[in-house]
């Protein structure tokens, strides 16, 4: 079945860079996403890397894949606390253009 | 940048009656989505669209929902008699001429059902 996980929390010192893991169970998996979600707003598409890839940067936001293990993972350097949100892992199958989402990793920023 | 806007930010309906919540999908996209957050819990998938019709839906999506798209602009999701458990945020999604391209989300409707 499709499924994707996540840890629930992650704190950081703030400067240090986050490192926010993910998993999947299907391998069909064709574009795997990145969004952020601020309280009460919406998810906002952060960055998202093509099954085909193993890595994709973006500024401050590295995106790793490994496929034989199916691991997705982002990492934010030089955390800040506007970076204070929930993380969603999110994952679209070749079979069907839904996307499954993770439960959302919450990350907060220790002064 | 385009954006996805959905109306209203929050509705609050008695149970049992039909709520309709809209979205205006980024104007060039033509694959369109449904998704649900009951609080605390996953974003989950509700329907997608496609051509004015429904491409896949999930178990959640039964015979009280339903999507339109009456116009070239929006996209609606009607929920026909509410019930306790439909209160969640709702989530309208669109992407581009592809299913599988990146889906651009809009802010959400807070549905409260009393």
């Known amino acids: 079945g499709e499924d994707v996980e996540q840890s629930l929390f992650l704190s950081v010192r703030e400067g240090d860079s986050s490192v926010i893991n993910c998993t999947y169970t299907?391998?069909?998996?064709?574009?795997l996403y990145w969004y952020k979600q601020e309280p009460g707003a919406g998810l906002q598409l952060l960055t998202y890397?093509?099954?085909?890839?193993d890595m994709k940067q973006d500024q401050r936001l590295t995106v790793l894949l490994n496929k034989k293990d199916k691991h997705l993972s982002l990492r934010i350097a030089d955390t800040q606390t506007g970076d204070s949100a929930i993380y969603f892992c999110?994952?679209?199958?070749?079979?069907?253009?839904?996307?499954?989402f993770g439960s959302g990793t919450r990350l907060s920023i220790r002064p | 940048e385009p954006e996805v806007t959905q109306t209203p930010s929050h509705q609050v309906t008695q149970m049992g009656q039909e709520v309709i919540l809209r979205c205006v999908p980024i104007?060039?996209?033509?694959?369109f989505y449904w998704y649900r957050q009951i609080l605390g819990q996953k974003v989950e998938f509700l329907v997608s669209?496609?051509?004015?019709?429904?491409?896949?839906k999930s178990e959640i999506f039964d015979d009280q929902f339903s999507v339109e798209r009456p116009d070239g602009s929006n996209f609606t999701l009607k929920i026909r008699s509410t019930k306790l458990e439909d209160s969640a945020m709702y989530f309208c999604a669109s992407s581009g001429d592809r299913g599988d391209q990146p889906q651009h989300f809009g802010d959400g409707t807070r549905l409260s059902i009393l």
């Open positions: 299907d391998s069909s998996s064709t574009y």
């Open positions: 669209f496609y051509n004015n019709e429904i491409s896949e």
């Open positions: 104007s060039n996209h033509l694959y």
């Open positions: 999110a994952v679209v199958y070749s079979s069907a253009s839904k996307i499954i």
């Open positions: 890397i093509f099954s085909n890839m």
